[in-house]
Structure formats: structure tokens, C-alpha cells
């Protein structure tokens, strides 16, 4: 039975790898830190399917849209900001 | 109008048309204080949400915004963007109501990204991923994901909500995060690295089959 040859002290595992995913996408790892993190992806696929697949998750997520103002809480700000503009008005002359 | 898109090279656009809107809400343009609040209305209810115990609470939050930003008008300097500064207000103000003052993120307890028992002893995938980051970008599925995403968004723990919300949904670069919550460059790190890492397993159970 083939045995898996002894890791380097230095090359991550999958499990920690996972762990680097964010740092790696904001670009906060060291140098030698990206290198060890690319290092690894290059011979596992599974984490490299990992990395896309929180790549996805950004994107999914950045297609949520806010929701747009409901028309009966427009009428609440308008109603906001006329209150205001007449307290400011009556509160004497103003800036201009 | 429609929806514009908020992110990346949006920006630089998004805050052109915010500074136009500023001017004419300061020359007393009530239309131009509308088209303000419609633009980020929902960003500011949605963190004032991850503060106060209910919804009528939030928009109570929002709204002294608002009130707070036609009175300060005058003193925005535009130093920073107008949408950091709005959120700013939300949260400063959701915090002095003293609902929920917590300032620093206990970040101490290991959440990991990935269930342990998915890797064998060396810390190698013993379940590894099923291939679908390709398949998910289809227009038709993802679409159909949208309404799970939004629901597991609710479910996340407030910190990372937030987070998510404003880096991933908002579109705010991590700096504007941690301005806007006053939270360290590593604590927003963390928090989005574990609210990611949720939102992914739960697209994991939906199109994967692990």
C-alpha cells in the first residue's frame, strides 16, 4: 500500500487551508503565506473547488438587492422632512 | 429608476451621485432628501436591526438618522463617504440607546469554517466538497437560491450579519466596515470569514449533495 510521503513541516493541510480562505481573498496574507496557501490549492482540488465555491457564495450573495422603500414610509420621510424645514423656519432666520 | 449596481466600480459613481444629492438637499431640495433615503434606507435598516430587539425599534433608529443628518447637514465635510457617515449615525445611535453596547467581538471561540468530522486524522478532506461552484452561477438556479440566502443572511449571529451585509450586499470595502462598526481590521476578518462560511454551507446543502 502506497504510503502518503511525509509532509512538510510547512505545507498546510486542508483543514487549515479552509480556515485561510477569507484572509487569502482580502489579501491579507503575508507573502510567504499566499505562497503556502497557492502551494496547497495547486495539488488539491478539493480545496480549490472549496475556494471557488466561497467565491460563489460572495457572488450569490452580493445579488441580494435591498429592498426598495415601501411607498407608505416615503410618505413617512417627506412628512420628516417637511416637519423639519418648518421647525427650522420657525426656530428664526436661518443660514441661507 | 431601477436598482443600480453597488458594487466595485459602481462606487465611484454611486458616490458622485450622492454628492449631487447633498448639494440639492442643502439648496432645500425635499425630492433630493427622498432620493437619499430611498438610496440607503435599507443598508442603515438593516444594521439598526442587528441592535435593537425589534423592527419598529430599527426604523425608530433609522428615522433619528435621518432627522440627525438634516440637522448636521451642514457639518458633513465629505471627509469621508456619505454612506459611511450614515452609518456611523445608525449605529452610534443604536448603541447609545443602550440596547445592546458591546463594542469589542468576543472572536476567542473556535467556529470553524468546516465541520471536523469531514477530515481525517492529518487534517486531509475525508468528505471532500461536491463539485458545484460552476453549477450555482447558473442565472435560473441562482436565482431560485436568492430567497434561501436571504433567509440564511437572518439566521447568521448579528456581528457577522452585519459584516456580510455591508462588505458582501452593500458593497463597502472592509476599511468603510470597520469605520462604520468600529471594529478592528481582524475582528471584521473573522466575522466575515464565519458568516461566509455559513452562507456556504448552507448553499452546500442545496446544491451539493453532501
Redesign the interface.
Given at each position: 500500500m502506497p504510503r502518503i510521503p511525509l509532509l512538510h513541516r510547512r505545507d498546510l493541510v486542508c483543514q487549515q487551508a479552509v480556515e485561510l480562505v477569507t484572509s487569502y481573498l482580502e489579501g491579507t496574507l503575508s507573502r510567504a503565506g499566499r505562497r503556502r496557501f497557492e502551494a496547497h490549492l495547486a495539488n488539491c482540488p478539493h480545496c480549490s473547488e472549496y475556494l471557488a465555491q466561497m467565491r460563489t457564495t460572495i457572488e450569490l450573495t452580493g445579488r441580494i438587492t435591498p429592498e426598495d422603500l415601501p411607498p407608505h414610509m416615503q410618505d413617512e420621510f417627506v412628512a420628516l422632512y417637511r416637519r423639519w424645514q418648518a421647525g427650522r423656519d420657525n426656530a428664526g432666520p436661518g443660514r441661507g | 429608476m431601477r436598482?443600480y449596481s453597488k458594487?466595485h466600480a459602481a462606487a465611484a459613481v454611486h458616490q458622485d451621485k450622492d454628492d449631487d444629492l447633498l448639494a440639492a438637499l442643502r439648496a432645500?431640495d425635499?425630492q433630493a432628501?427622498?432620493a437619499l433615503?430611498?438610496r440607503h434606507?435599507?443598508?442603515m435598516l438593516?444594521l439598526a436591526t442587528g441592535y435593537v430587539p425589534s423592527a419598529a425599534i430599527a426604523e425608530e433608529v433609522v428615522?433619528d438618522t435621518?432627522?440627525a443628518v438634516?440637522?448636521g447637514i451642514?457639518g458633513f465635510e465629505g471627509r469621508s463617504t456619505l454612506r459611511t457617515w450614515l452609518l456611523r449615525i445608525v449605529v452610534n445611535r443604536a448603541r447609545t440607546a443602550g440596547l445592546r453596547e458591546r463594542r469589542t467581538v468576543a472572536v476567542a471561540d473556535p467556529e470553524?469554517?468546516?465541520d471536523?468530522s469531514r477530515?481525517d486524522a492529518?487534517?486531509?478532506?475525508a468528505s471532500?466538497?461536491e463539485?458545484?461552484?460552476?453549477e450555482?452561477?447558473d442565472r435560473l438556479r441562482?436565482a431560485a437560491?436568492?430567497a434561501r440566502?436571504?433567509s440564511a443572511?437572518g439566521e447568521l449571529p448579528a456581528r457577522q450579519r452585519e459584516v456580510?451585509t455591508l462588505r458582501?450586499?452593500?458593497?463597502l470595502s472592509?476599511g468603510e466596515v470597520c469605520s462604520v462598526l468600529d471594529i478592528s481590521?481582524g475582528n471584521q476578518?473573522v466575522l466575515?470569514?464565519r458568516g461566509?462560511?455559513r452562507?456556504?454551507q448552507v448553499?452546500?446543502t442545496e446544491f451539493g449533495r453532501t
Amino acid at each position: 500500500m502506497p504510503r502518503i510521503p511525509l509532509l512538510h513541516r510547512r505545507d498546510l493541510v486542508c483543514q487549515q487551508a479552509v480556515e485561510l480562505v477569507t484572509s487569502y481573498l482580502e489579501g491579507t496574507l503575508s507573502r510567504a503565506g499566499r505562497r503556502r496557501f497557492e502551494a496547497h490549492l495547486a495539488n488539491c482540488p478539493h480545496c480549490s473547488e472549496y475556494l471557488a465555491q466561497m467565491r460563489t457564495t460572495i457572488e450569490l450573495t452580493g445579488r441580494i438587492t435591498p429592498e426598495d422603500l415601501p411607498p407608505h414610509m416615503q410618505d413617512e420621510f417627506v412628512a420628516l422632512y417637511r416637519r423639519w424645514q418648518a421647525g427650522r423656519d420657525n426656530a428664526g432666520p436661518g443660514r441661507g | 429608476m431601477r436598482q443600480y449596481s453597488k458594487r466595485h466600480a459602481a462606487a465611484a459613481v454611486h458616490q458622485d451621485k450622492d454628492d449631487d444629492l447633498l448639494a440639492a438637499l442643502r439648496a432645500g431640495d425635499e425630492q433630493a432628501f427622498v432620493a437619499l433615503v430611498r438610496r440607503h434606507h435599507s443598508a442603515m435598516l438593516r444594521l439598526a436591526t442587528g441592535y435593537v430587539p425589534s423592527a419598529a425599534i430599527a426604523e425608530e433608529v433609522v428615522q433619528d438618522t435621518w432627522l440627525a443628518v438634516l440637522r448636521g447637514i451642514s457639518g458633513f465635510e465629505g471627509r469621508s463617504t456619505l454612506r459611511t457617515w450614515l452609518l456611523r449615525i445608525v449605529v452610534n445611535r443604536a448603541r447609545t440607546a443602550g440596547l445592546r453596547e458591546r463594542r469589542t467581538v468576543a472572536v476567542a471561540d473556535p467556529e470553524p469554517a468546516v465541520d471536523p468530522s469531514r477530515f481525517d486524522a492529518s487534517g486531509a478532506w475525508a468528505s471532500p466538497p461536491e463539485r458545484w461552484a460552476q453549477e450555482a452561477q447558473d442565472r435560473l438556479r441562482a436565482a431560485a437560491i436568492a430567497a434561501r440566502l436571504r433567509s440564511a443572511m437572518g439566521e447568521l449571529p448579528a456581528r457577522q450579519r452585519e459584516v456580510v451585509t455591508l462588505r458582501d450586499v452593500e458593497g463597502l470595502s472592509s476599511g468603510e466596515v470597520c469605520s462604520v462598526l468600529d471594529i478592528s481590521e481582524g475582528n471584521q476578518r473573522v466575522l466575515l470569514h464565519r458568516g461566509r462560511s455559513r452562507l456556504r454551507q448552507v448553499l452546500e446543502t442545496e446544491f451539493g449533495r453532501t
